[in-house]
């Protein structure tokens, strides 16, 4: 790999413990302050909403300038948006009613930085080594984001509540400047010959769902995001103190960290499991891990249920590296901003869906019986993998990207939808 992605992804370790110190820093602020699940529910959509409702212009975006220019000016905005908080705290102004308004805005900034990091991967890494470097990206997320950002953000909200966002906000700004020192070769679609190609918001949905490879990574992703939201919506409360395992708080934080591990090390060799197995067999094996997941509570307990949710977490966590890098493969170049950002409303984008409906139906249904039904959404998603997403279907999908240089069959479809010439 070359140089730019090393600093790349130094800045990209820096963005996500940044990320994590300031969505934990802000929650637990607002729950200090209010002693409300309410309020904390209002942060916690402020932080997944954009997924919603920012991904799909996060990837025009990025396909419309310099990806690495979009990422570091998102990072500046980022950095703006959590100084600007922590200013707020600090001065004891209008704090529960801003609070959420600048979660909300760092997010979708955030949906800009994620989209851009998968076109600057494959800008910057050979084919042969991207599903390897995009383990690395992950892992990032995983440990940075999931594991240390929100460690030190308890430890920061301890000293002064407004010291995570002190911190976090300088943090995206080192993250911006060392992204800037990035250079990919790769120019902007705007400074393309041939930049004619369709460039509307939903273009990138209109790619996907034309492209049965594309669509699929989409559908089975946005199912079994709903069932993770669902069973994790629930299990806080069927787990902790005076819940049926009756963990304590530190006993659940540990759990939860075990398997945020045994994601970034499923992550990490994912690229050797794909040259033994194949991709399809990857993805699929990935079905399998969540199901482990989501039937952990119902066959085990104790250490044994930490080291199923583990096990189950580290074959679950190859998904994200390994539809990365089909996507990366099967799409061109010009419009791969685009169909990341789509991508990520569609399966990203349904948190916030399954966390509401995993609260509505936890006021009628047993635990036990959602956690059933989340295993068997994650072994029913086999069956479309199994179907749409073999090795030699992904392959003739890459092939016909090399082929005609620019997707050109589909986007073609898609200007005529779009009333383009």
């Known amino acids: 790999m070359t140089g730019g992605f090393g600093r790349f992804l130094t800045a990209t370790a820096v963005s996500d413990t940044a990320n994590g110190v300031f969505a934990v820093a802000a929650t637990m602020m607002v729950a200090q302050h209010t002693h409300s699940s309410v309020a904390v529910a209002v942060v916690t959509v402020a932080a997944t909403l954009p997924w919603l409702v920012a991904a799909v212009p996060a990837g025009v975006v990025v396909d419309r300038m310099d990806p690495v220019r979009g990422l570091t000016l998102a990072n500046a905005g980022r950095c703006v948006g959590m100084l600007a908080l922590a200013v707020l705290i600090w001065t004891g102004t209008a704090v529960l009613v801003m609070a959420p308004v600048l979660v909300f805005v760092v997010a979708a900034l955030q949906t800009v930085v994620d989209t851009a990091a998968e076109v600057v991967t494959a800008d910057t890494v050979e084919e042969e080594r991207r599903t390897r470097a ?107 103190k005076p819940g049926e395992l009756g963990l304590s708080s530190a006993q659940y934080g540990f759990l939860v960290g075990a398997t945020g591990v045994g994601a970034a090390l499923g992550a990490l060799a994912t690229h050797r499991v794909e040259r033994l197995l194949g991709r399809s067999w990857t993805l699929t094996l990935t079905r399998v891990g969540w199901a482990l997941v989501f039937a ?23 998904w994200s590296v390994e539809a990365m890098s089909v996507r990366q493969l099967t799409v061109d170049r010009t419009d791969l901003g685009r169909v990341s950002g789509a991508s990520r409303m569609l399966t990203y984008g349904m948190t916030p869906v399954g966390s509401a409906l995993g609260g509505v139906l936890s006021l009628t249904v047993d635990a036990e019986a959602l956690f059933t039904v989340c295993a068997a959404l994650a072994l029913l998603a086999i069956v479309p993998l199994r179907l749409f997403l073999s090795d030699r279907a992904i392959d003739e999908a890459a092939r016909v990207v090399a082929r005609t240089g620019a997707g050109a069959p589909d986007r073609a479809r898609v200007a005529q939808s779009e009333g383009q010439p």
Request: net charge positive.
């Open 134 to 240: 995009n383990g690395f990206l992950a892992v990032s997320t995983r440990l940075f984001y999931q594991f240390l950002g929100p460690a030190l953000a308890g430890v920061l909200v301890d000293v002064h509540q407004a010291l995570p966002g002190l911190v976090a906000g300088l943090a995206c700004l080192a993250a911006a400047l060392v992204a800037a020192q990035v250079r990919t070769g790769a120019r902007p679609l705007a400074a393309r010959d041939g930049s004619a190609a369709p460039t509307g918001w939903w273009t990138g949905a209109r790619l996907v769902f034309a492209r049965p490879v594309l669509a699929t990574l989409v559908g089975v992703g946005g199912l079994t995001t709903i069932a993770n939201s669902i069973f994790y919506t629930i299990f806080i409360v069927y787990a902790v």
């Open 296 to 318: 952990g509570p119902l066959i085990a307990d104790s250490a044994l249920l930490v080291l199923l949710m583990a096990a189950g977490s580290a074959l679950g966590g190859m």
